[in-house]
């Protein structure tokens, strides 16, 4: 009798909540501006707390999606950012934790409303090769999906995703790569060696603007790139607690992934060193994404972060799955929220 009325409670919660889920919109309610949400704040070691890079950038109700790790379009769903509203995706480069995401985030934004397009996707050369594997790869289940739900629900003409190769001008540092309904997108080199290339993004809206490092050690060129933005989100690692990891693995005999985890270490940024870039280039505010190792205990963030504080005089955060910056046109300042829904 119990488990009978608690199964008949749940049945009710569940058909009382699902309309106000299933029509969540959490782009609708934003106020006209730039805001950047974050579907992804971790790296490829495995973290509860933050899965692999991405990034969406809301401008005028259209989202940019920059990089789709595995997880990416789970998360952005549970954040209410529908995939219907994708205009196109940035690549900064094809890592594994930046790429790994991208084949279902374009089947979600095929199937979530019968799109009859390509999904537009960007990024440096590399990228028809890259395409070309995940529509491949993709183009079986495209073909069981449209023979289960026929083609007007699931037409072809829109289950592969449309790659735009941008190449930076031999010896420029940066280029507009797209332009838009008054946002301006523009790519800039940053050092993530040997990997290359590799961009950053900036984002100018409404008189607002936003960055998205990349993978990257300390960059002028970022620093350049970044001059009176409003917001920074800059990828950092911390030497010290990933040298924690690294011996934790060579003391269990693992010694092939110690050795990677010393590899890391060498090309990205370290949150100092993300805090002196925002200083350098006068941003308002700064939030570290791309956090290695992961941090499973808060009293943690304080090592990671160093004399970050110091270093950078306005807002700074570490960022969490879920977030989102808001960057309203005509304000001036950056108001960190949450989208995870209860």
Not at 28 to 47: F, I, K, N, R, Y
Not at 55 to 78: H, K, M, P, Q
Not at 269 to 290: C, N, W
Request: hydrophobic share 45%.
């Amino acid at each position: 009798m119990t488990m009978s009325l608690r199964s008949r409670l749940a049945l009710a919660v569940v058909r009382r909540q699902l309309p106000k889920i299933m029509s969540a919109d959490a782009v609708a309610d934003l106020p006209d501006g730039l805001h950047v949400a974050v579907a992804g704040s971790g790296s490829p070691l495995p973290d509860p707390k933050r899965g692999n890079p991405c990034v969406a950038v809301i401008a005028g109700g259209r989202v940019y999606v920059v990089d789709a790790g595995e997880g990416a379009s789970e998360t952005l769903n549970r954040m209410g950012i529908s995939p219907g509203r994708i205009a196109a995706v940035l690549l900064t480069h094809y890592h594994s934790d930046h790429i790994g995401g991208l084949g279902s985030v374009n089947l979600q934004r095929w199937v979530a409303d019968a799109d009859r397009t390509p999904m537009r996707v960007l990024g440096p050369p590399g990228l028809d090769r890259v395409m070309s594997g995940f529509n491949e790869a993709y183009a079986l289940d495209a073909l069981y999906r449209t023979a289960h739900h026929t083609e007007a629900i699931a037409p072809p003409s829109g289950a592969t995703m449309a790659g735009e190769v941008f190449e930076l001008p031999a010896g420029e540092e940066a280029k507009v790569v797209l332009e838009s309904d008054g946002l301006k997108v523009t790519a800039f080199v940053v050092d993530h060696t040997p990997v290359e290339p590799v961009v950053g993004y900036r984002f100018d809206y409404g008189g607002r603007s936003a960055v998205i490092s990349g993978d990257t050690v300390y960059s002028p060129a970022l620093v350049q790139a970044s001059k009176g933005a409003d917001l920074l989100l800059h990828d950092a690692l911390s030497i010290e607690l990933l040298k924690l990891v690294e011996d934790a693995a060579a003391d269990a005999g693992l010694a092939n992934r110690s050795q990677i985890l010393a590899d890391v270490s060498d090309y990205h940024a370290t949150a100092p060193q993300a805090a002196d870039a925002a200083r350098e280039a006068g941003v308002g505010a700064l939030a570290i994404t791309h956090v290695v190792p992961p941090l499973p205990l808060k009293g943690l963030e304080g090592p990671f972060l160093g004399d970050a504080r110091e270093r950078f005089g306005g807002p700074l955060w570490l960022a969490q799955d879920g977030d989102i910056y808001k960057l309203p046109t005509g304000g001036t300042g950056v108001e960190r929220a949450r989208l995870f829904r209860a």
